[in-house]
């Protein structure tokens, strides 16, 4: 039986997480769009870094989950050249996304096509191990809560002593209300970048595609405090939320 279309065109079936990042119209829209509006972006980036430099000595290898076009992997090899960079993702469309941007890149990044909401995807990766440091941007929160719980023992596992975990990450609110104010947040900032971009979209169009968006129906949000739990319960130490701003977090830890 043919599903419903959602107000995106894509089909409920096409909204699930594991079908949702596959289509390449969707991944352009999102890096041209939504990801150029994300409130705090570089701040974001700039708060992993910083953790990841509490290291005494520099990253030699990490680790990028669902790796996108590869903003973080980029910016931790600005800081670390000579670190051997690991890119995950399940999308194809992402994969070649980052291939373009950090292809050139010496030495080269390993780009692997693996699916972490499975647990055998770590041994597509487990020969690059251990990692000093393992990120994520935007990625972890498309699985339900207990494959969440059970990727962050797989990254535990997967990192060296004195490793780093920076997880920025749409997390849920603790309430409706909180969940509007962030919304309202997101879609003002969302707004700003297309005033700035020229694109001419105003904020009630932005506001609407946002709502409507495709990926959303692939979203399942944790609390943060609730992660932050998880990862205390699995071995890591000195957890904190460094950064947050409504449904917007910078989150993780160290392994010792």
Known sequence: METAPSPSGLSAEQCR???????????????????????FAAEQIEVMLRVVGTRAVPVAAFLDLGCGSGVLAAA??????????TLVDFSEPMLAAARASLGAFRPEPQFVLADFGVPTWVTAIDDRAPFDAVVSGYAIHHQPDGRKRALYGEIFE???PGGVFVNIEHVASVSPWGAALAD????????DFHVRAGTG????????????RPDKAANILAPVETQCAWLREIGFVDVDCWFKHFELAVFGGRRL
């Open 17 to 39: 997480g594991d079908v949702v990042w596959q289509n390449g119209d969707l991944v352009r829209t999102f890096l041209d769009g939504v990801r150029g509006g994300i409130p």
């Open 76 to 85: 931790l090899r600005g800081r670390y050249p000579r670190a051997e960079a």
């Open 158 to 160: 997967l990192m060296a």
């Open 184 to 191: 309202e947040a997101f879609v003002d900032a969302l707004a």
């Open 201 to 212: 979209l105003g904020r009630a169009e932005v506001a609407a595609r946002y709502v409507h």
